[in-house]
């Protein structure tokens, strides 16, 4: 087991521990951080620059040209570039984030400027008189620039008027699009709240955005309360179909777990959710369908076809989301049954459809949802690639979280790295991938995904290597940690069967990548970049992907993590109308690709589940 | 007591008893119906013709020429011009009624086509295929003529899967300007219910309205029940200031009103409230801030100022009103704290907006509001001119209602005709202008408004009048009824203090009319036509209004009755999109002029008062 690392990153003091040699980059991206690196990791944009300010700081000529004499001096170095090599604190700056860059851009990029579709105007007005009978409501539109076209709700009429006079006429109407929400008392201009959700389908994130700025004030995660109901999305639509009630479980389960992420958002600044204008959420299909409270039942049997495509705004609190009492909630568009607004965000976030080149956006959750394509033309699919990367299905699998091995190099043994710098409990999906590439690399593991026992293997593997592969009752397995080593005093290892479900899993996602370049009629060559998305992608180490072909086999710099971009996108439509005008461009854009009962995809599917040669 | 006939007006079968020699016109505006007169009466226009089934049947060959020799064999005469001698039984055709002609001009004239704001779409959809993948949503919307930008709510994404597949794909979609409301199982184009309210400070009206015609299927209505908490919209907003709960009370009161008024008028039908998609109201200021549970609490206070004045589209079940559950209700937009959406009505109903010619419209409710103007600019004001036509604060006063002597003619001696049939109880306000204008003729009453008795009485005046000439504690009085001849055994008689609440209730309107005129830096005969609105504007005398000064001095013929003016408007807005639009345009098309603290209308008001030379 090689020696690990502390590495805390900065300002949000989030800590992982990390094998020697680790890119900061890659412990960045385990951190939860996404940082931006458009050139692939090659050290030649020098957008990833972050700032070491306890460690070894390592030196670099090239990066010093690179970064410039000054930001060096001060520590600064290349995340890419730069290989822990100590326990280290690293502050990350803004302008090195992915999305943070993005929102910042105002003006040059139309798309990201900070309009939100909240937005506030401090307005100060004579009190009526005999010569001016104008009613309160008037009185109120005719201060606000274009305000004649507003809508006033009933439930601000009802209050307007006692706001107008407790404040001398001095308030501040707060809008959503073309509706005035409410009528505060004074000027309450500083303060505009919003929040954006990624709604996964195992994680749900959400995130405090100031949306005067676009700046994430907090995050903060849980895990999906309806995996209680199964972990994938058919058996929570299953369960709606099954139970009278199902489907008000469900939504309540979603809807609790927001109202808790909110609640925790808003704690440490000490005030009220109800300070929270508008959410925008991004999940797939049929969570989206399950937090509107609308049955998904028809997903689940073919032609597999969803309620609603469109955004949904709603009023928060007609679905039980406790923000301001006329806070909206803006539910991402889908695309079709199995291509949500998750990945409509991915494809915001990541401006794919604002390029000229082609890209391929990869986001692997409990799906495997894929994009291709450019300004010009979209396709998209879905493939049941199922919960194998998030552990679920495998004999020691489980979520990348305290006690997860997480990273596996093979030498003349076995080192691996576990989060926390615990004793190991099981595997997470990086790990897994990484298990797979090296055994394949050593020849543990044949090309057809068999683990090869006694004379079968080859001549050459380490006498170490060679006495971890065993059997139990099932077949042959091969064996991480003893178990002396493990937390559960349990031996950990991985099943024949283990890797025939990756073997699945990642088959679907490269037979999936392979049907969208035949729909387009591509080349792999010709993808200018793929994009992965996701909280798994944000881990998975692109040689050891390629290696098992879960990845296609394009250089690895034109592999880009783009992290939460479900999230990212989220936040998009939450800042900047034109963001959230171009997701209902995007849902009609992206044509979907039904893969259920393609020939063509069962061909690529059954060449994708064997493992390329091994060439590095 | 002159005879009495009872004349039965079909197809509604309504009863009503009049004296011997009523004008047919007259009877019929008397049974609340609304015949279109606009020769002012003079038997050239040929509009009000109806036929006569039973009874008496006068001949004239001038009639014979105006209506054709066909329709006046079948008993067709002109309402007014032919007298009541004998019961009668009279059918009021469609084409005869002022507001049902006015909504059956389709096409020719674009505000009263009827073009709802609800309509229907049949649809007829192929279900899903794997090929043709669209959701439920798209797949309504796409079958919709320009679906695509309507929006569905969340309400109907919970339903719309189930609908389309039990009914095959075959659904009726029901549409609320830019949203589908509902989705109905099979074709249900051929149902389209609305209704349509005048809500007054007294009385509530309500009509059930086939949306695909305009045809008025019912009408009922009811005492407003706010009654209760007094009689006049001060003393209603005063109880939303001195009780907390009071608006709750007052908004509990319309809310159940109008529910009840919308059970009966489907109750005959057979059918649901819920099978109603929409409602209007027309009320004043007041009572459509209590409908909305809007606080009125400033319209009572100077500046008097309201809350909104824009219309408001709300979804009835918020407020509490019982139709189809995603129904709207659509509340007329006012002018001004005093002048309300009924006034918008009523101007929407006359069509004065769109006339070049200058008109005056006068709503005398329990306020008496008028509007002056034309297509290019109008003016409007509200005067308190108090609950006395109403019968309230009248020793004797009643409503129009069974009882109540609503007609009086002297001669030798009085004669009367009370509503129903029956021994009186009191005096409604048309019989309060008869008598006035009658004692003014025959000299009891004088020009400043005092009972004249003994000496003072003029020479000539036959004995059996100067016997009703009495006194009682508190001056003089002039008995109409002895207590032989009341129902209750009491005799009937106005006071000193009767005439001068009479005088005041006069002189305030007059007075309006007389600032509106200053304002408009206009005479009297520039008024085109007077349009005199208002339940009991139906049953005034124009004669005897104009004796007392009621009305202005004009020619009879440029008065003409509208009837339920404010009702019709409420109708028309319900029934065409084109008069919602015109609506919202004449609101802010008229400009409100404060009578409050005016010095002219201080003046016009005391010469206003007295009563002007009788020269018949």
Redesign the interface.
């Known amino acids: 087991m090689k020696k690990s690392h502390r590495v805390v990153f900065q300002p949000e003091g989030r800590t992982v521990f990390v094998m020697d040699g680790t890119l900061v980059l890659e412990a960045a991206t385990e951190a939860g951080l996404t940082v931006d690196a458009p050139c692939g990791g090659r050290g030649v944009c020098g957008k990833c620059r972050v700032q070491i300010v306890q460690g070894d700081l390592p030196e670099s000529a090239e990066q010093k040209e690179r970064i410039g004499a000054e930001l060096y001096e001060q520590g600064y170095r290349l995340a890419c570039q730069t290989r822990i090599t100590s326990d280290m604190t690293i502050v990350v700056p803004r302008e090195s984030r992915l999305f943070e860059q993005k929102i910042l851009t105002e003006g040059a990029d139309r798309a990201t400027a900070v309009q939100p579709n909240v937005r506030k105007v401090h307005i100060e007005e004579a009190p009526?008189?005999?010569e001016?009978?104008?009613?309160?409501?008037?009185?109120l539109l005719r201060a606000i620039p274009n305000g004649e076209n507003l809508e006033?709700?009933?439930d601000l009429?009802?209050q307007?008027?006692?706001v107008l006079?407790e404040s001398s006429f001095s308030v501040t109407a707060v809008i959503n699009r073309d509706e005035i929400i409410a009528v505060e008392p004074g000027d309450t201009t500083s303060d505009l709240l919003g929040a954006a959700f990624d709604i996964g389908t195992t994680t749900v994130v959400g995130m405090l955005v100031d949306l005067r700025t676009g700046e994430r004030l907090a995050v903060a995660s849980r895990t999906n309360p309806q995996v209680q109901t199964g972990d994938d999305v058919i058996s929570r639509i299953e369960h709606t179909r099954v139970n009278a009630s199902g489907l008000r479980e469900l939504q309540s389960a979603i809807v609790g777990c927001v109202n808790d992420i909110l609640e925790e958002l808003v704690k440490e600044r000490g005030i009220s959710v109800e300070r929270i204008y508008e959410v925008t959420t991004a999940g797939n299909t049929t969570m989206t369908h399950l937090l509107?409270?609308?049955?998904p039942?028809?997903l689940a049997e073919?032609?597999?076809?969803?309620?609603?495509?469109?955004g949904?705004l709603?009023r928060a609190r007609?679905?039980g989301v406790r923000i301001h009492p006329q806070g909206k909630l803006y539910a991402l568009p889908?695309i079709?049954?199995f291509v949500g607004g998750d990945t409509v965000a991915v494809v915001l976030a990541t401006g794919m459809m604002q390029k000229d080149e082609v890209c391929l956006a990869i986001d692997v959750g409990t799906n495997g949802e894929m994009v291709l394509g450019s300004r010009e033309w979209m396709v998209s699919c879905s493939t049941a690639a199922g919960p194998a990367f998030e552990g679920a299905r495998i004999r020691f699998g489980m979520r990348a979280s305290q006690g997860a091995i997480e990273k596996i190099l093979i030498n003349d043994d076995v080192s691996y790295n576990v989060i926390g710098n615990v004793a190991p409990i099981g595997i997470c999906g990086t790990a897994l991938i990484d298990l797979l590439a090296e055994l394949r690399r050593v020849g543990v593991v044949d090309e057809t995904g068999r683990i090869l026992t006694g004379s079968d293997l080859p001549g050459g593997l380490p006498p170490r290597l060679a006495e971890r592969v065993q059997e139990d009752d099932d077949g042959p397995i091969f064996v991480l940690a003893e178990k002396e080593e493990a937390a559960n005093g349990r031996r950990i290892y991985i099943t024949q069967r283990d890797v025939r479900e990756l073997q699945l899993a990642k088959g679907a996602i490269l037979a999936g990548v392979m049907t969208l370049l035949k729909e387009a009629n591509m080349e792999l060559d010709d993808i200018h970049e793929i994009l992965l998305a996701g909280a798994f992608g944000n881990f998975i180490r692109r040689k050891m992907a390629k290696r098992i072909g879960f990845l296609p086999q394009i250089p690895s710099e034109r592999i880009r993590f783009v992290g939460n971009a479900a999230g990212a996108g989220a936040r998009l439509a939450l800042v900047s109308r034109a963001c959230r005008d171009e997701a209902e461009r995007i849902s009609r854009h992206v044509k979907?690709i039904?893969l259920?009962?393609r020939p063509d995809f069962q061909i690529f599917f059954g060449e994708a589940m064997m493992f390329p040669e091994v060439v590095e």
Chains 1, 2 share one sequence.
């Open positions: 009526p008189t005999l001016d009978q104008a009613c309160d409501a008037d009185r006033a709700p009933i009429l009802r307007v008027s006692d006079r509107l409270g609308v049955p039942r028809y073919a032609p597999y076809v969803g309620v609603f495509r469109k949904c709603v007609d679905i889908n079709a049954g979907y039904e259920a009962g």
